[in-house]
Structure formats: structure tokens, C-alpha cells
């Protein structure tokens, strides 16, 4: 799960609400966290914007952006391709080719397999559980007027991954890459988007037009549900979601200088079929659970308008004011039944639950920033942000199904500097938000979670940005980031006071620091690290991982066209948790969760034409 200063996206895929962090990836919007899939090829740059963008993108998003951009196709033939092969079983090739098909029209094609052996052994049947097999295809065809002020891509990408099962690790256990576990789960993902982007720059406006399509099926999606060796409970999730999205943009020239405006507007329609199955087998008997499957299938749907726009004002050249202007209006649904099957025969387990709402958002924001120098300037931010409501489909009764929206008001003020020709950046942020309705999710035994709202919760801290370049191909960076994030008032269902409790998935505070050369005679080198302070998994504070750090590295020559490359990630082979949850079904381990990757070393070839 991504988190931007302790905003991040609920890991649930039973409900109809938003995500805290936007994703795009070539101007196409996913607004799900779990349909975003990583095995992309041909980036040329991924940006990272913090805080509300509801007022620039389409896609209203109040934690922050993270903006993929692959590299555009031009006349130039070009050909790009690597191969890797490590430890454990890495194997990855990637292929690009692009370049033109008449004197107007281009095209590019990249392709990705990649496979990689699992960390976690299943000691029950003495394998690997985690694998993963991941491939990608993405294709471009971009047409440029004679003029070049017209600019047309048709986009399409596909992607599939097989990743192994749900992994169920012990907090308690020795070893944490081993589990003992009766059943073996699998996860199948695929995902497939369309999009046709058309931008226009003349001489006094700018337009832009992204009509995107996008759709996503996890079948299946299972694993051991009680973690352990008996035949107690497996569970099952089938997903699929299909979404559509329109976004105009106007906006004045590049050439403005005292004025910068843009105005947009964005629709979204969106639907998603879910079906959740609990199986219980001849051990769930010892729990109250007779052999049985319980069946919860349910259908959300939603559709958002927005107008959004944002100007830009330097009264002086070394003032500038930016304010910002969003209103959203949605409606969205939920038709949900449940069903118990016994000895073959299905039948109804309660009344259907047919839901459905709408809400009305205005989200403004104002910065200032004023330079003292070229290379000093100082800023200043306010802005709202908002994360949608919505339905969970697992609990039984409508009250309990439906949650409310998460706003918030965030303020920021720092100061961005350059030295020594931009070859010295120094940055530092201090950030304050206030969330009122912070969405957590509530788990009931031993398959029921939903979204439920705390009260109010605070976040502050800082942040620091170093980059140096001490001498021609050396590279320094580093950045220091603190947050505090704490409820302020939470009790739950179950009248326990959270207050002050720390919100879950956000680090204290996280570290990066790497050095890099690349010398005029072909060889290259790069180390880095990165740290995560402790991290609480759930909102009473009880799972928690304890700060670690990662070490990576790599070391290479490279020629005019081709590169060899030694590379190592967690070279110190770390072992961490990245999620939690309690079993209703071992009194023995009172949590369980899942491990990041562990040490992977290989060798790389690159090669260019």
C-alpha cells in the first residue's frame, strides 16, 4: 500500500469508495489501487506531486499524484531491449521498438516477461508460494500535423500477472519465510486500457482531449484463510471492473508569462462486480462453521462530473499567485446479495441490499510563492482535499454497509533552493493536515470487513531534498521525511477509545540517501539506501513492523550501444512485514501478514540502437 504523508488507499477491494493517491500512467486515470499494475517498459519519467491536484488533473485525488510518462515515438528508429537473469530464478527480458511510419505518423511497441521464484516456503508441501510471472505489451501510434501544432495517440496496453498465493507469515514465527499451511491460493490479475489523447498548442490556446478505457479482472484471487495446517477455511475473490473516463483541458500558451490559466472538465463511469467466497471445510466444525460456502456477490456502480481550473498570477516578477477552483458531483450504488451453500444446494443467506447516494464536493486551494533570488524562493499552500464514501458489500445490514467521505484541509509552507549553476538543490516542506472522517476498515471474524469512519485525525511533519553534483558524472542525493499521524478522536463500534493512536501503514519517518558515477570511460556505479521508521498495521497499534533499512546496488560498464550490468536489491536480504491481519482460527499467533521480497542479485545486458 502507498502512502503520501499518511494518506494512502484502503487494501479492501469489497467497497465503492476512492483512493487517497491518483495514479497515471500516459494521461490514463486508475482510480483503483488494485488494478494499478507496475511492469511497465519505456519510461521516461515518473513524477510524484504531493498533496490535493484535484484543481490540475481530472481525476480528483486529495493525497498526492503519481504521474507515469512513457517515452513518446518520433521519426527516429530506435531500438531498445534488455535481459536479466539472477537469483532467486530472475529471469526478464524487455524489448522496444519504435519509429515511423510515414513522414507524419509513428509508432512504438514494448514488450515485458518477467518471471522471478518465491522467498516464502509452504513447509506443508515443502514449495515456494509466492512466484510471480508477470507479462506486458504496450503500443502507441502518434500522428504530428505538418505544422507539429497537432498532436494525436492512440494508446494500448496490456498486462497479466500470475503472483502466487496470499501469504498468511506469522509475526511470531522464527522464520518468517516459511508457513505451514494446508491449502495453496493463487492470484491472477489482467488489465487492459484503450485511450486516444489529443492535444493541440497554438499560438494562443491549449487543448487537450484523453478519452480512456480501462478494465481489470483479479480471477482468481484465493488463499488459506485460517493460515495454518487444518482444513478449516479457504477464501476466494473474483473482481472485475471496467471504467470509463473523459477529460478536456483548455489552457492558455506556453509563452504566458503574467497569466497562466487552464480550465477542465472530467467524466468518469465506472462498474465493478465482486464475488466473495468463504469455504469452510471439515475443521471449521471446531469453530461453529459447518462444511459450507458462503457466497457474497455484489455490483457497485459510479459516476462522477467535475469542473476543475486553476490560474496563475505574477503581479511582480518575483511574486507569483496561484489559486484553484473544483467541484465534483457523483452518484453511486450497490446491489449486493448473499447466499450459503450446503451439500450442493445454494439458498439465500439474508434480504438483498440494494444502496444508493450521491454528494456534492467544492474544493478550492491558494498558493503563494516569491523568489528572492534565482535560486531562493519561498511557498505557501492551502488546499481541500476529499476521498470518496461509498458501500462495503461484506456486512449484512444497510447501516453498517455504507461510510462516509474523508475531507480534508491541508496547509504547507517551505523553501526550494539552487546553488552552484543547479548543480546544489536543497528543499525543505513542513506540512499540516486536518482529516475529519479518516476511513479505516473494520474486520468482524471471519470474513467480514468494511469501511467505517473515526472522527478526526492530525498529520504534520517535514520533509528534506538534497542533490548534489560534486564533479562531472558523480550524483549525490538524499531526503529525510518525518510524520506524525495520529487519531484525534476515534471510538470504535466497540466503545474503545483510540485517541492518539497512531494511523495505520504511515512510517514514522522514512530515509533515502544513494551516490552514483558514471565515468567518460564507460563504467558506471550506484548505491543506495532507503529506511522506513515503525510502522503500525492496524488502528489499535498492536501489529507493527520496527524500522529497517535497504540496501541496493549496482555496478556496470557501458558502451556506445550496449550495457553490462551486476546489481543487487535488499542486499543485506532484510525481511519485513508490509501488511497485517488477526486469525479468528490459531489462539496460539495473533497475527499474520505479508513479507516484502528478499535479496535478488543478477546480471543485466542492455543494449540500444
Known amino acids: 500500500m502507498l502512502n503520501i504523508r499518511g494518506l494512502g488507499?484502503?487494501?479492501?477491494?469489497?467497497?465503492?469508495?476512492?483512493?487517497?493517491?491518483?495514479?497515471?500512467?500516459?494521461?490514463?486515470?486508475y482510480s483503483d489501487w488494485f488494478s494499478f499494475q507496475s511492469s511497465l517498459t519505456d519510461i521516461e519519467r515518473?513524477?510524484?506531486?504531493?498533496?490535493?491536484?484535484?484543481?490540475?488533473?481530472?481525476?480528483?485525488?486529495?493525497?498526492?499524484?503519481?504521474?507515469?510518462?512513457?517515452?513518446?515515438?518520433?521519426?527516429?528508429?530506435?531500438v531498445r531491449g534488455s535481459t536479466t537473469y539472477g537469483f532467486p530464478g530472475v529471469r526478464e527480458n524487455?524489448?522496444?521498438?519504435?519509429?515511423?511510419?510515414?513522414?507524419?505518423?509513428?509508432?512504438?511497441?514494448?514488450?515485458?516477461?518477467?518471471?522471478?521464484?518465491?522467498?516464502?516456503?509452504?513447509?506443508?508441501?515443502?514449495?515456494?508460494?509466492?512466484?510471480?510471472?508477470?507479462?506486458?505489451?504496450?503500443g502507441q501510434l502518434r500522428w504530428l500535423s505538418p505544422a507539429r501544432d497537432w498532436d494525436?495517440?492512440?494508446?494500448?496496453?496490456?498486462?497479466?500477472?500470475?503472483?502466487?498465493?496470499?501469504?498468511s507469515v506469522p509475526f511470531d514465527r522464527a522464520n518468517r519465510r516459511e508457513v505451514n499451511q494446508d491449502f495453496i491460493g493463487k492470484i491472477h490479475s489482467a488489465g487492459n486500457d484503450q485511450s486516444l489523447r489529443v492535444f493541440y498548442n497554438g499560438s494562443g490556446i491549449r487543448f487537450t482531449s484523453i478519452t480512456a478505457r480501462r478494465e481489470f479482472r483479479n480471477s482468481p484471487a484465493s488463499g488459506d484463510g485460517d493460515a495454518g495446517p487444518l482444513p478449516i477455511v479457504n477464501a476466494n475473490v473474483d473482481l472485475n471492473t471496467l471504467k470509463w473516463s473523459q477529460e478536456f483541458r483548455l489552457q492558455s500558451p506556453e509563452t504566458a508569462r503574467t497569466f497562466e490559466w487552464l480550465v477542465g472538465g472530467y467524466y468518469e463511469y465506472k462498474e465493478t462486480g465482486i464475488d466473495v467466497s468463504t469455504i469452510f471445510g471439515p475443521g471449521g466444525a471446531a469453530f461453529g462453521?459447518?462444511?459450507?460456502?458462503?457466497?457474497?456477490?455484489?455490483?457497485?456502480?459510479?459516476t462522477t462530473y467535475a469542473v476543475f481550473s486553476q490560474l496563475t498570477y505574477r503581479p511582480t516578477p518575483p511574486l507569483?499567485?496561484?489559486?484553484?477552483?473544483?467541484?465534483?458531483?457523483?452518484?453511486f450504488n450497490m446491489e449486493r446479495q448473499s447466499f450459503l451453500e450446503l451439500e450442493g444446494v445454494r439458498r439465500s443467506a439474508g434480504p438483498d441490499i440494494n444502496l444508493s447516494d450521491s454528494n456534492n464536493v467544492v474544493l478550492p486551494k491558494l498558493a503563494i510563492d516569491y523568489r528572492f533570488s534565482p535560486n531562493v524562493m519561498v511557498y505557501g499552500s492551502i488546499a481541500r482535499g476529499y476521498k470518496n464514501g461509498g458501500f462495503s458489500s461484506l456486512p449484512s445490514i444497510p447501516e453498517a454497509a455504507q461510510f462516509d467521505a474523508e475531507r480534508i484541509w491541508t496547509y504547507e509552507i517551505g523553501t526550494k533552493t539552487n546553488w552552484l549553476n543547479d548543480r546544489l538543490l536543497a528543499n525543505v516542506a513542513f506540512f499540516y493536515t486536518r482529516v475529519r472522517d479518516y476511513q479505516v476498515i473494520d474486520f468482524v471474524p471471519p470474513n467480514i470487513s468494511s469501511i467505517v469512519n473515526a472522527e478526526s485525525a492530525n498529520i504534520w511533519g517535514f520533509e528534506l531534498e538534497f542533490r548534489a553534483q560534486p564533479s562531472r558524472g558523480f550524483d549525490l542525493n538524499a531526503g529525510f521525511g518525518y510524520t506524525n499521524a495520529r487519531f484525534d478522536r476515534y471510538t470504535t463500534g466497540a466503545g474503545l477509545k483510540l485517541d492518539g493512536n497512531r494511523l495505520p501503514s504511515t512510517p514514522e519517518f522514512t530515509f533515502n540517501a544513494g551516490a552514483q558515477y558514471r565515468s567518460p570511460n564507460g563504467f558506471f556505479g550506484r548505491a543506495e539506501v532507503q529506511g522506513f521508521g515503525q510502522i503500525f498495521f492496524e488502528e489499535n497499534n498492536e501489529a507493527k513492523q520496527e524500522p529497517f533499512v535497504l540496501v541496493n546496488a549496482r555496478i556496470g560498464y557501458e558502451f556506445d550501444n550496449f550495457g553490462v550490468y551486476l546489481y543487487g536489491n535488499n542486499l543485506f536480504d532484510k525481511t519485513y512485514f508490509t501488511s497485517s491481519f488477526r486469525s479468528s482460527f490459531d489462539p496460539n499467533t495473533r497475527f499474520f501478514g505479508a513479507i516484502g521480497e528478499g535479496r535478488t542479485i543478477g546480471v543485466q545486458v542492455t543494449t540500444r540502437f
Open 46 to 78: 515518473i513524477e510524484v506531486l504531493r498533496g490535493p491536484q484535484g484543481t490540475l488533473y481530472g481525476q480528483n485525488t486529495q493525497g498526492g499524484v503519481v504521474n507515469i510518462v512513457t517515452r513518446a515515438p518520433t521519426n527516429v528508429w530506435e
Open 9 to 29: 488507499n484502503i487494501v479492501t477491494p469489497n467497497t465503492s469508495g476512492g483512493s487517497s493517491l491518483g495514479f497515471y500512467v500516459d494521461d490514463v486515470p
Open 320 to 331: 507569483t499567485i496561484t489559486g484553484g477552483l473544483r467541484f465534483e458531483t457523483r452518484n
Open 94 to 138: 524487455q524489448l522496444t521498438i519504435k519509429g515511423p511510419v510515414e513522414e507524419n505518423l509513428f509508432f512504438s511497441l514494448s514488450g515485458l516477461y518477467s518471471e522471478r521464484d518465491g522467498f516464502v516456503r509452504n513447509t506443508f508441501i515443502d514449495e515456494l508460494i509466492d512466484n510471480r510471472q508477470s507479462l506486458a505489451v504496450r
Open 289 to 302: 462453521f459447518p462444511p459450507a460456502t458462503s457466497i457474497t456477490p455484489a455490483e457497485f456502480t459510479d
Open 152 to 167: 494525436v495517440r492512440l494508446g494500448l496496453n496490456y498486462e497479466e500477472n500470475n503472483d502466487g498465493s496470499f501469504l
